[in-house]
């Protein structure tokens, strides 16, 4: 046989993502020197992604809405009982399913033919815009017409985690961005001394989708969730360890930079350029973040209208801290809270 043709034949697809791996890694880091090289030209106004990929980015579109936290409440009442009014279904509460509804379908926990259950509330149209709500929340009675209520929205998913992964990532499986990656991606942050995007755990449990639930997916990682804590040192492992001081840490800081940097130029993976902005932003972070996560700072007012407690995690200490990191330039706060 050939050699020449042998030696291609005993090629494996691991040889070949290996050889690859290097070109599509000078892609990537061409595309960000180039994304750098066009702000240069244009006046510098906008930071290079490559020194910094969370810069603040312009969007596609006029947005008025700059900044988004999201409340994730694991347990809380269902849907049906709040304000998705389904009085179909009331009206056949207590039969059994349609076979149609349930034919070559299989259900977790649920075996032969189901019974339909309709919700015990009453229903209420508030505001000029009409709006269906339930009486289990009157205090949103008032504020409907500031309210945009989303009923078109639907899934097959009815699993715990992959429905949770489905509703952040667009997909029941593990690996894809999350919604606060792709915003961070796509308009960076307003603040270079705290995270694009930020997620608060009132609970002490984890989400059910687990971290991908925040995370990057195949974005670079610095686009992905940055858990703090409202008890203890707001972000572990951020912190200098005992002897260390500040001086010290940069220059320790500084000497990886340039080692980073010159693997950045010879080998071009986009972490690397990840890894020394993620060194730069916990370095900044120690001093930006306790103050920011420091709800003792508020006057007893409005620890009151939120029923927080410095020092107590709860959802409500949480809340008054996604306000303030919206407020200190955050784009992005995810709050899970299992009730």
């Known amino acids: 046989m050939d050699p020449m043709l042998e030696h291609k034949l005993l090629a494996t697809r691991r040889h070949l993502l290996g050889s690859m791996a290097g070109g599509i890694g000078s892609m990537a880091l061409g595309q960000l020197l180039g994304d750098g090289m066009a702000a240069a030209a244009s006046g510098g106004a906008m930071p290079s992604a490559a020194a910094d990929p969370v810069a603040p980015r ?21 849907h049906l009982d709040l304000y998705d009014h389904k009085p179909e279904l009331v009206k056949h509460s207590g039969e059994d399913c349609p076979a149609e509804a349930i034919a070559g379908k299989k259900f977790a926990f649920t075996s032969g033919t189901p019974k339909l259950l309709g919700t015990p509330r009453s ?17 949103l009675h008032r504020v409907a017409d500031k309210l945009c ?31 606060g990656s792709w915003a961070t991606y796509g308009l960076g942050s307003e603040n270079a001394n705290l995270p694009g995007f930020v997620v608060l755990i009132s609970s002490g449990v984890q989400p059910n ?14 686009y992905q969730g940055v858990q703090c804590r409202s008890k203890g040192d707001p972000v572990l492992f951020v912190s200098d360890p005992p002897g260390m001081d500040r001086s010290l840490r940069r220059a320790t800081l500084d000497a990886l930079r340039d080692l980073n940097e010159l693997q950045a130029r010879e080998l071009g993976n986009p972490e690397t ?4 902005a993620q060194y730069e932003l916990a370095y900044r972070m120690q001093a930006s973040v306790p ?49």
């Open 58 to 78: 312009p969007p596609h579109f006029a947005a008025r809405a700059k900044r988004m936290i999201v409340i994730h409440l694991t347990g809380s009442p269902p």
């Open 273 to 276: 350029v990840t890894r020394i």
């Open 209 to 222: 989708g687990g971290t991908s639930s925040f995370g990057s997916g195949f974005l670079p990682s610095v």
């Open 291 to 339: 103050e920011v996560m420091d709800i003792s700072r508020e006057p007893q007012h409005m620890l009151e209208a939120y029923g927080a407690k410095p020092g107590s995690p709860s959802l409500a200490n949480n809340c008054l801290l996604a306000r303030r990191l919206v407020e200190q330039g955050v784009r992005f706060v995810q709050l899970f809270d299992w009730g």
């Open 149 to 179: 209520l989303v009923k078109s929205m639907f899934t097959d998913q009815f699993n715990h985690a992959p429905a949770e992964l489905m509703v952040y990532t667009g997909s029941p499986r593990a690996g894809r961005p999350s919604l």
């Open 123 to 139: 229903w209420v149209r508030c505001g000029e815009s009409g709006m269906e709500l339930s009486d289990a929340i009157p205090n």
